[in-house]
């Protein structure tokens, strides 16, 4: 299946709008991931309130650069890479996207439409996020050259930032 980047970018549109905007999706998010999968909790230090807006800038940022793989390539392998630092499994991640997958429907479904296209769309997306992210959390020594050249340090972090997840060679949808 190939990727309907537009399809993508209208239904995250929706979604900073609809039902509440990104702050309701990302709290619903956390809300629904703590209580479905109360292992992970303890990985997270920051509360949901402050967490949902490194989710949802992330999420913008993926989104938005998801047509420039030579900036958004790096920017995954970087958050997977500093995914470990988190103490993040692979397991994690099919419980993060079907996570996401299931709160973004809920969310869309309650003032529109969210329709078979749509869930297909992100669930695709959703999961080369996750495999480009694993690939980078496994190998992370592979991406080190890549990583340097784009401004991250070996364990992704961007040196004296404080906000890795706020990307500024991706055009970030805000």
Not at 10 to 28: D, I, P, Q, W
Not at 50 to 69: D, F, N, R, T, W
Not at 119 to 141: F, L, Q, R, Y
């Amino acid at each position: 299946m190939s990727l309907d980047v537009t399809l993508l970018r209208e239904t995250f549109e929706r979604a900073k709008v609809e039902n509440g905007g990104t702050r309701a999706l990302g709290l619903s998010f956390y809300k629904r991931l703590f209580e479905k999968y109360p292992a992970v909790k303890p990985l997270f230090h920051t509360p949901p309130e402050e967490q949902h807006k490194k989710l949802m800038a992330s999420l913008g940022a993926i989104v938005a650069g998801v047509e420039q793989p030579e900036r958004l390539l790096p920017y995954l392998h970087a958050m997977g890479v500093r995914h470990l630092k988190y103490k993040t499994e692979n397991a994690h991640y099919g419980a993060v996207g079907e996570n996401l997958l299931a709160v973004l429907a809920e969310h869309l479904s309650k003032e529109g439409d969210w329709t078979p296209e749509m869930s297909d769309t992100w669930e695709a997306a959703i999961g080369v996020v996750a495999k480009t992210m694993i690939e980078a959390a496994d190998n992370p020594a592979l991406f080190k050259d890549e990583l340097a050249k784009n401004g991250y340090e070996p364990d992704g972090f961007k040196k004296n930032d404080p906000s890795p997840w706020l990307d500024k060679t991706l055009p970030i949808g805000s």
